[in-house]
């Protein structure tokens, strides 16, 4: 896949946290985890998804969207407003990102135009029926943190974002 710089793109959506927060350096000696601790993580990212796909639930299903489909929402109205980029955050193909635009826009929630720089692009805007499903989902998103997290303070979260982050860089799936 021909895609523009991802680590660029996903930089210039991330969030105000993400960028204000260094990269760690290597400890000394390198990472110190057992098997076991690897597993642990690796269970966590497994069935961590289950919140992310609970969070979507009422949008994917009240629009007849796809798998992505409220994510595309978030992404693009955290400031990722052309295809192409959105297939590198996604890290799928182009055409899958056009058929879940397709549903996005027959459901109303996003419109596309020419792009103001280049014309020749497709740029993507959130509709105010998108600006609700957006902030919908991220409002049931944050009610899960908050009711499934309740023993961890804010640090910690940050910690465990950290943690993710850093397994998402430099992405090892087949291109």
Same mark, same amino acid.
């Given at each position: 896949m021909n895609h523009p710089d991802r680590e660029k793109t996903l930089r210039?959506?991330?969030s105000e946290l993400n960028r204000q927060t260094?990269?760690?350096?290597?400890?000394?000696?390198?990472a110190d985890f057992s098997v076991e601790e690897v597993a642990f993580l690796a269970e966590g990212l497994a069935f961590g998804?289950?919140?992310?796909?609970?969070?979507? $639930?009422?949008? *994917?299903?009240?629009?007849?969207?796809?798998p992505r489909g409220a994510w595309i929402l978030n992404v693009v109205s955290n400031g990722i407003t052309y295809p192409l980029e959105l297939a590198s955050v996604f890290c799928v193909g182009r055409s899958l990102?056009?058929?879940?635009?397709?549903?996005?826009?027959?459901?109303g929630l996003i419109e596309s135009r020419p792009g103001k720089d280049d014309r020749r692009? *497709?740029?993507?805007t959130l509709t105010p029926l998108g600006q609700k499903a957006s902030q919908e989902v991220r $409002?049931?998103?944050?009610?899960?943190?908050?009711r499934r997290l309740p023993g961890?303070?804010?640090?910690?979260?940050?910690?465990?974002?950290?943690?993710l982050r850093a397994l998402a860089r430099e992405p090892e799936w087949p291109e």
């Open positions: 210039n959506f991330s260094p990269e760690r350096p290597a400890k000394p000696g390198g998804q289950r919140a992310l796909r609970a969070a979507t $639930a009422k949008v *994917t299903q009240r629009y007849n969207l796809g990102i056009t058929a879940e635009l397709v549903r996005l826009t027959e459901a692009k *497709t740029e993507l $409002a049931e998103f944050s009610e899960i943190v908050h961890f303070d804010a640090a910690e979260l940050r910690v465990a974002a950290e943690v």
